[in-house]
């Protein structure tokens, strides 16, 4: 087989290559393919294929092959060079004495260029997108030849340059997206945030008010109930002076009688003093309970305050509960609220009493130290679930049957205390009963 024949015949299997999808959607694998083949067949010293820049100006190689293999990319200008009579227009052919015809291309002079043959490539509409390129040292012949093949595979390439260039331009709007998908998470995680402060201020706020209503219905209660006892005390007052002035009258009036009259005497009015003693401790104890006042600084002796509950208490504790106290010697007097302090007391023993299904005792212990004292009041009533435990100081939560209990005593009684400064703590155990350990700097 002659030259002249296997060159067209290796030129026919590059044309079968490049229209096979082989490698087609290759990307730079394509442009690599395509340019070191037509270096091969054109026999040319230098083939690459080159994308357009955006204003048009330039042209950036995408693959640049010489007799020995890939070389370098580059940028360069198009003004003054064939590239630039090729771009837009029909194949373009130099066959001998380009780099004279182009004096300012200092490339094709400083690579020894004689002869170009150029091609446009184009993307679907039409438009200039890049330049392929042979060039060669020596003069050459069959421009035409050289022209058409180029042509062939210009077709093929143009689209391939459009296909990366849609690549790219999807990519940047998928990354493009893709910021923006996660400014808009960023955005929406703050939100959720500031949302979630929100709420727990709004928690807050709703807590603070329920708060406030629970003051407010335990002020108006204890208002209401200081009218109310302070009435009860002032009429009862009055018949128990008649009273102890008339004890006091007999016991004059049989004292210069005979000792065996004024024993006698004596058997007969004792009680009524007993009496008129018990109803005096009684409206003390209303009078001191019913309070309602914020002032911090009176003088509270806590055994008192104990003691005027439990005589308000006994009509409720003689048949049902045996009460033992073990109070400390010590002094338990501190700066506070009588009132207030009279209510949590009173609630607290309620709570215990109540707790007891049938008889039952009650054990009060006292004690002081020199960081203040401590009471403790332990039943052995029925006892609370531990689970139910940490609730207990919640408003309007309550353990008793419906219409015994407004869920208030005990987050009131905990207000009380931690005005005074002190700590109110429950613990408790089904079947054994419940221990309320209250605590108040001295």
């Known amino acids: 087989m002659s030259i002249e024949l296997k060159k067209i015949k290796r030129r026919l299997e590059l044309i079968d290559e490049v229209v096979t999808s082989e490698i087609y959607n290759l990307g730079g694998e394509f442009f690599n393919k395509i340019v070191i083949k037509l270096n091969e067949v054109l026999d040319a010293d230098f083939t690459f294929i080159g994308q357009l820049s955006d204003n048009q100006l ?8 010489d007799k020995n293999g890939y070389l370098d990319n580059f940028i360069y200008t198009l003004k003054g060079t064939p590239c630039e009579v090729v771009l837009g227009n029909k194949p373009c052919s130099y066959s001998k004495g380009v780099s004279v015809l182009f004096p300012d291309d200092k490339i094709l002079v400083d690579m020894g260029i004689e002869a170009y043959v150029g091609v446009t490539l184009y993307d679907s509409k039409k438009n200039p997108t890049g ?14 030849l050289k022209e058409s093949i180029l042509m062939i595979f210009a077709s093929r390439a143009g689209a391939e340059l459009e296909h990366i260039k849609l690549n790219k331009a999807i990519e940047k709007s998928k990354e493009e997206l893709e910021d923006k998908v996660r400014e808009r998470t960023k955005e929406l995680v703050k939100k959720n945030v500031d949302l979630m402060v929100s709420n727990k201020r709004l928690e807050e706020a709703l807590q603070s008010l329920q708060n406030t209503q629970t003051q407010l219905i335990q002020a108006e209660k204890m208002a209401t109930l200081g009218i109310l006892t302070s009435g009860v ?105 009588s009132g207030k302090l009279h209510q949590v007391f009173l609630n607290i023993l309620d709570n215990a009493i109540d707790a007891i299904p049938g008889h039952g005792e009650l054990i009060i212990i006292t004690d002081s130290n020199k960081n203040g004292i401590s009471v403790s009041i332990k039943d052995n009533g029925e006892g609370i679930e531990k689970e139910v435990l940490n609730k207990l100081f919640e408003p309007f939560f309550t353990t008793k049957p419906p219409g015994k209990g407004t869920g208030l005593g005990l987050s009131i009684s905990m207000a ?22 209250i605590t108040l700097p001295s």
Request: hydrophobic share 35%; aromatic share 6%; charged share 30%.
């Open 58 to 65: 330039d042209v950036e190689t995408i693959s640049l092959v």
């Open 131 to 144: 330049i392929l390129v042979s060039m060669f040292k020596d003069e050459i012949d069959e421009t035409e």
């Open 233 to 337: 005390a002032h009429e009862i007052n009055n018949p128990l002076n008649y009273i102890s002035g008339a004890y006091t009258s007999l016991v004059d009036f049989f004292e210069d009688d005979s000792n065996e009259a004024i024993k006698q005497v004596d058997d007969l009015v004792h009680p009524i003093k007993i009496g008129v003693e018990r109803i005096s401790k009684i409206v003390k104890g209303l009078n001191q309970f019913s309070r309602n006042n914020e002032n911090y600084d009176e003088t509270c002796d806590i055994h008192e305050i104990i003691n005027n509950c439990l005589t308000i208490l006994n009509n409720v504790t003689k048949f049902k509960v045996d009460i033992k106290t073990t109070f400390t010697d010590q002094s338990v007097i501190i700066k506070g609220n």
């Open 416 to 437: 009380i205390i931690k005005e005074h400064k002190g700590k109110l703590e429950i613990d408790s155990e089904i079947g054994k009963g419940t221990k309320v350990l």
